[in-house]
């Protein structure tokens, strides 16, 4: 029985080997040699694509490429840690409810004028924070100082790293430069609102002396190096509340019949007003750091798009919010005072302390966001002290206590650089970056590898390369019809208010007009 189980199973070889199938010189065998030849003199590549039932390639987040990332590799990149939803929104939030919304009932003489002015001012913002935010996006970068590097120096080859390295350095300068101004700005206000019940209190001339103790009071909170710490968090959130405390107290003394006071900021120059304290009150800060830290958490959804939906949502609500606390400035301050008990004259020690205090506390979260001094090794071995930090507060305590007329100056410099900042320079970047510079390529790799190892179909329709290509077009105009809302915006929006205002700004400091 075995020995036939045998020959059969050599008569079954044995037809098997007869048949063309079986030879390897066969035209019929796959594996002849002339087939194989012919097939490796293919110049179309097989490229391997991902399967389009696990994704959908033609989503929006088709714009990202699909790499591997270290994901703490990418957590020690970012310029603030990752942060919870409720930080983000605070800092957020808490930049509209500073000097500009205190400032606003000072320069409003029409209610329609004020109104006007502010909802055009918080669309021009929520605009410009999803612009900065999509050009993050696009060009991958965590900083605004990264972006602004990507338009200047993009033509610099990677050989001249100094050179950029020189540019990096002198980006992060501007913008450290410009948030001491700020700082320095807000101590010099606030003690201009206490100083009037300081001599009320003490015979002598204490200026001087208020300034350092509260220049040593931001010290004190401002010593945490990051956004993420619970002490800045804190102070931020207790700024937003003293900011409402204001606001409930200023409304409560215009309805008593007291004019409703405001900070002191007796050095304005001649670039603030109404619609230019409104406009500063919504200049926009840190939308592309806060974007990355909260695109960051590991708690954020794995879908990218969700995540980034939640973070312009969050946008729109802060803005939302901090229209609907300044909207009662503007309406009080267009209508009359209610007569009442007390005169117009009586100070309010209340608001006056309840606005100095908020301006405080807001100092610490824009003095942690200014990049550190590069202070060498061996002397932040030897001082224990922040060295760094102090030298950056006593130069803010040092423009606070500047002379009158350069106090003037550096006020209009501070408003000129905001604003500049928040919506020329955005539409500068936006049109640089997609009309003058190279599309980045979707799916496209820069170079497809041809190896003899390569294996290519004996005789395809399309090549590799052609339907590479077609994809490519495809998402790209996606991308372009997806981008033409932003584009009119630019155009019609940010660019003629921009060029306008800087027309403006110069004829006013000309004394043309």
């Known amino acids: 029985m075995p020995q036939a189980i045998l020959s059969s199973r050599r008569s079954s070889l044995d037809s098997l080997a007869g048949s063309p199938l079986a030879s390897p010189t066969s035209s019929a065998s796959p594996y002849s040699p002339t087939e194989s030849l012919s097939v490796l003199d293919s110049t179309s590549a097989l490229v391997l694509l991902p399967s389009q039932d696990e994704e959908d390639s033609f989503e929006f987040s088709s714009d990202e490429e699909h790499e591997e990332h270290d994901p703490q590799l990418e957590i020690a990149k970012l310029a603030i840690p990752p942060l919870p939803a409720a930080a983000v929104f605070l800092y957020l939030l808490a930049p509209y409810l500073r000097l500009g919304a205190m400032l606003v009932p000072n320069g409003i003489t029409s209610l329609k004028f004020g109104l006007v002015n502010l909802f055009v001012a918080a669309a021009l913002s929520v605009f410009s924070r999803n612009l900065w935010f999509l050009l993050a996006r696009y060009l991958r970068k965590t900083t605004a100082e990264d972006i602004f590097l990507e338009v200047i120096a993009k033509g610099i080859s990677t050989a001249k790293r100094r050179r950029r390295e020189k540019i990096r350095r002198l980006l992060f300068c501007v913008t450290g430069s410009l948030r001491i101004l700020m700082t320095s700005m807000y101590l010099r206000a606030s003690v201009d609102s206490v100083y009037p019940l300081l001599l009320e209190a003490l015979p002598v001339q204490t200026r001087l002396i208020a300034t350092l103790a509260l220049g040593l009071l931001i010290f004190v909170v401002s010593f945490p190096k990051s956004l ?219 170079s497809v590898p041809s190896t003899p190892q390569t294996i290519h179909p004996p005789s395809p329709l399309h090549s590799a390369d052609a339907l590479l290509q077609r994809k490519e077009r495809l998402l790209q105009r996606r991308r372009l019809g997806r981008r033409v809302l932003w584009d009119v915006g630019v155009w019609l929006l940010l660019m003629p208010i921009s060029v306008f205002g800087m027309v403006w700004a110069g004829g006013r400091l000309i004394g043309k007009w």
Not at 236 to 242: A, D, E, I, K, Q
Not at 314 to 342: E, F, H, K, M, Q
Not at 412 to 422: M, N, P, Q, V
């Open 228 to 446: 993420a710490a619970k002490q800045v968090i804190c102070t931020t959130w207790l700024s937003v509340f003293l900011y409402t405390a204001w606001l409930v107290a200023a409304l409560y003394s215009h309805m008593t019949g007291t004019t409703m006071p405001s900070p002191i900021l007796a050095q304005h120059g001649v670039l603030w007003n109404g619609t230019t304290s409104i406009a500063f009150s919504f200049v926009t800060s840190l939308t592309v750091p806060l974007s990355a830290s909260l695109a960051g958490r590991p708690s954020t959804p794995s879908n990218k798009t969700g995540g980034w939906t939640y973070f312009q949502m969050l946008s729109i609500l802060s803005t939302v919010i901090a229209t609907l606390l300044i909207l009662p400035s503007i309406l009080t301050a267009s209508s009359p005072n209610i007569p009442g008990a007390l005169s117009s004259d009586t100070r309010n020690t209340a608001v006056h302390l309840l606005g100095a205090s908020s301006l405080l506390l807001s100092i610490p979260s824009v003095l942690v966001s200014i990049p550190p001094l590069p202070i060498p090794l061996a002397i932040r071995r030897f001082c224990k002290v922040d060295l760094g930090k102090a030298i950056i507060i006593s130069v803010v305590v040092l423009l606070s206590l500047a002379p009158p007329s350069m106090a003037a100056f550096l006020n209009d410099l501070t408003i000129f650089l905001a604003l500049c900042g928040s919506y020329f320079l955005l539409a500068w970047a936006h049109i640089t970056i997609h009309y003058f510079r190279r599309p980045i390529s979707i799916v496209i790799p820069h």
